[in-house]
């Protein structure tokens, strides 16, 4: 293999590389500018699960009242 064949195929090598690497780039890219939705995924949780989330409302309401009334 003569030293032209072997830049050639580093060449040929390192523009697959690098347009394989435009491509992760383009996709890392879309998922940061994603919104996170972190309020739809709690909706979804409190709507498909509510008793918890009613009980831990009550429960820390309880907690609050109690601590509120020791206050003077």
Same mark, same amino acid.
């Given at each position: 293999?003569?030293?032209m064949e072997t830049r050639q195929q580093l060449l040929e090598a390192t523009e697959r590389d690098e347009a394989e690497l435009d491509r992760a780039i383009d996709e890392l890219k879309q998922v940061v500018h994603r919104p996170f939705e972190l309020t739809e995924r709690?909706?979804?949780h409190i709507t498909a699960h509510p008793i918890p @989330?009613?009980?831990g409302g009550v429960l820390v309401?309880? @907690?609050l009242g109690s601590r509120n009334g020791r206050r003077t």
């Open positions: 293999m003569s030293d709690v909706q979804a @989330w009613l009980i309401g309880l @907690w």
